[in-house]
């Protein structure tokens, strides 16, 4: 049996940034069969969101369906030919309670298919819910080497972003 | 066709840590069923990791077994809260106990786009205590898809070391499917 589930990279903001990318320059390895995103994002109001791109692709290669529960309903979205994925496009990033978000790439690196990701995201403050989401990244395939997520304002001190690799034997 | 895919259980080696890769299995040509057979016991939470399409729509089901042997009994239950892209977000169940085994989402078919899908079979091996299984899974083609979580019941105490995952409505799993099983230590 191999230990499978690596840390590729961790970071924990130090002043606010706009936009964070992993794996910047198309660095993030080749060598792992999926990806997992585990991040907290902070918001600088309670009204900026984000979005993600892959390998810097701003093309409209990007769709997902999604849907979220806020403690009263429960509602179902999508969005087609997007320029990146809206991460939780009914909610936003918070000041003070981070969104707990896992984001599953599957065959990062497969050369064959579109990617699909797949995530899981929560807030439990008022007036916030719990989301999950698949993405389809259409662009003609090629591994993905870097992941850049985007505030529509600023990612505050103390989000946090860790990339892990695993791989099957 | 029995076990005309199985996975590769890996034997020793390597460095012990708290996740480890059991089996592996890449669909060469498509086939009715994959199976893990042989699991170790030695783990406290088994996860599949899946990239899958389908040969056409249809749910995915995963049946569960003990002592080598698939349980094809009535002896499965499961809820299900799915997004199709618009309006509410929907439940389900399984109406009562069901023989084909755990449910694992719907899966569209395309030609480029795969379904991902992340299994969890909790405390495998525990012999005093049902089984469960929770899934999250989505499949979207730009303009179309699903996204699911769901829960299944196991209604058996057996120690679970052998899985199928198939289709009930018998459609092939495409080639270049991929599916990996993984074991957590506790």
Redesign the interface.
Known sequence: ?????EVISSETLGSAQSSVTIGSGGTIPQTY??LVLVYAPLGSTNTVTHSMRVNGDTASNY???????DGS??????A??ATSWTMYPNDYDNTTVPNVITV?F??YT?T???K???W?AGLSASGYGVS?????W?KT?EGITSITLTSTGNFAIGSTFSLYG???? | MLNNISGFLGVGGGIIGDYESIATVTVGSATPYIDFSTIPQTYKHLQIRMNVQMASTADMNMRIGTGGTLDTGSNYYYHALYGSGSGSATSLNSGGQVNFGAYLGYFNSGSSSFAGVVTDILDYTNTNKYKTVRTLEGNDSNGSGFVFLSSSLWSNTGAINTLRVYSKDSINIAANSHFALYGIKG
């Open positions: 049996m191999t230990v499978t589930y069969t999926d769709s997902l369906t999604g849907m979220r529960g309903s429960g509602t179902s979205y999508r087609s030919n599953n599957q065959n497969n064959t298919s579109y699909n990701i797949l899981r999950a989401q698949v993405g389809l259409r395939p695993i791989k099957a034997e």
